[in-house]
């Protein structure tokens, strides 16, 4: 079965530092993946999304994602972050079978120091 | 455009009690998907309803669980006899239709279960 790793589980930075959060699943094909966030007592907003085509994603509040299939990942980068950016972060892949339920990681928890 | 509504935002049960958790999904969207997330994890589906009918309840533990989607009104988790281990944040996910860029979830605020 599908499964997502995140390995950061807590990361911590100073404002303005770049930021790079790593996502693998675990095997191919054709893959739905998305990167969502949870602020602090709201609930889970859709960061980006990767369906097909150009490979490296533009979402919102400037985050990115680059989808590369050889190594099966999808990394999430902000050049730049905020302390507003302190939220739990989630990757997830749509399963392939005829449900398309998501099957998500464990979450990094960021925290952005001012 | 009013999101996912889910409510209550906060539920608390005594152990044996039932608790019941609505999902209103977003305007248009007739595909709804429940998550729990247990506290240090991430979300793990539940269940996969449209309109009048389970489509995929490969998530569900296999008593005291069941969740519908009736014709007219919300989706509804239903919890019998909640235990200790049930604590956790459940969510509710629309989208309107299954696949493609059209099959993007979008989620609402969640529900957090306290069983006492």
């Known amino acids: 079965a599908q499964s997502v790793s995140q390995h950061n589980h807590h990361v911590i930075l100073s404002e303005a530092a770049s930021l790079e959060l790593g996502c693998n699943y675990s095997?191919?094909?054709?893959?739905?993946l998305f990167w969502y966030v949870q602020y602090p007592g709201q609930h889970l907003q859709l960061l980006l999304k990767?369906?097909?085509?150009?490979?490296l994603v533009k979402g919102i509040k400037g985050f990115e994602a680059e989808f590369i299939k050889s190594k099966f990942s999808f990394n999430l980068r902000k050049p730049s972050v905020q302390w507003s950016d302190t939220a739990e972060y989630f990757c997830a892949v749509k399963d392939g079978g005829a449900t398309n339920k998501l099957i998500f990681g464990t979450g990094t928890l960021l925290a952005v120091q001012p | 455009n009013a999101g996912v509504m889910q409510n209550p935002r906060h539920l608390v049960r005594r152990r044996g009690q039932e608790a019941r958790l609505r999902c209103s999904p977003m305007?248009?969207?007739?595909?709804v998907y429940w998550y729990r997330q247990l506290p240090e994890e991430g979300l793990k589906f539940m269940v996969y309803?449209?309109?009048?009918?389970?489509?995929?309840e490969s998530g569900m533990p296999k008593e005291r669980f069941s969740a519908e989607f009736p014709k007219e009104g919300p989706s509804i988790l239903r919890i019998q006899q909640v235990v200790r281990g049930d604590s956790a944040a459940y969510f509710c996910?629309?989208?309107?239709?299954?696949?493609?860029?059209?099959?993007?979830?979008?989620f609402g605020p969640g529900t957090r279960l306290t069983v006492l």
């Open positions: 095997y191919g094909g054709t893959v739905n």
């Open positions: 996910a629309s989208s309107p239709l299954e696949t493609g860029i059209g099959g993007t979830q979008y």
């Open positions: 990767y369906f097909s085509g150009d490979p």
């Open positions: 309803l449209q309109k009048e009918n389970i489509i995929d």
């Open positions: 305007k248009g969207h007739s595909h």
